[in-house]
């Protein structure tokens, strides 16, 4: 049997939450052990550069972005929003964008922060930041009880 540290790739992984007037950001560590909050990016103009960026500043190996869907696995008013999102950022960033299920990321982030004492007017970017931050920890999860990268590939071919 394979120990974590084996079925582990080494590098830091980012998380996108890609809604309609921000992108909450999450990274891990090097070893693919925590996932932490890093930024939000504002919707628009610029916001693919901003991604590609942080990818590169942090060295990411992959880039997770949450594919909206409803509890029932079928499609929402979100879906391909966030799917043509990932598909231009897997033209930035060959091979490395994976599109993972995101299901209830925001609602458990909203939680999170309810009871931290803070109310969705003083968290919306932070939301957004906790919720790629959980849509990464399943991720490291996944991976770790897998030993494959989780998700499939943006560009429509799985490569991992």
Same mark, same amino acid.
């Given at each position: 049997?394979?120990?974590?540290?084996e079925r582990m790739r080494p590098g830091v992984r980012l998380a996108v939450d890609v809604g309609t007037v921000r992108i909450g950001v999450a990274r891990s560590d090097a070893l693919g052990m925590l996932a932490s909050p890093l930024e939000t990016v504002p919707r628009g103009a610029g916001d693919l550069d901003r991604i590609v960026a942080l990818a590169e500043e942090h060295a990411a190996i992959d880039v997770y972005v949450g594919r909206p869907t409803a509890l029932s696995g079928r499609t929402t008013a979100s879906t391909q929003d966030a799917l043509d999102? +990932? #598909? $231009?950022?897997?033209q930035r960033l060959p091979e490395r964008v994976r599109l993972v299920d995101e299901r209830l990321t925001t609602v458990s982030a909203q939680g999170l922060?309810?009871?931290?004492?803070?109310n969705s007017k003083q968290g919306r970017s932070?939301?957004?930041?906790? +919720? #790629? $931050?959980?849509?990464?920890?399943?991720?490291?999860?996944?991976?770790?009880?897998?030993g494959h990268r989780p998700g499939i590939d943006a560009a429509g071919e799985d490569h991992g």
């Open positions: 049997m394979l120990s974590i540290g999102f +990932a #598909a $231009a950022l897997a922060l309810r009871a931290a004492g803070k932070v939301i957004d930041q906790a +919720a #790629a $931050a959980i849509m990464l920890e399943h991720a490291l999860d996944s991976e770790r009880q897998s």
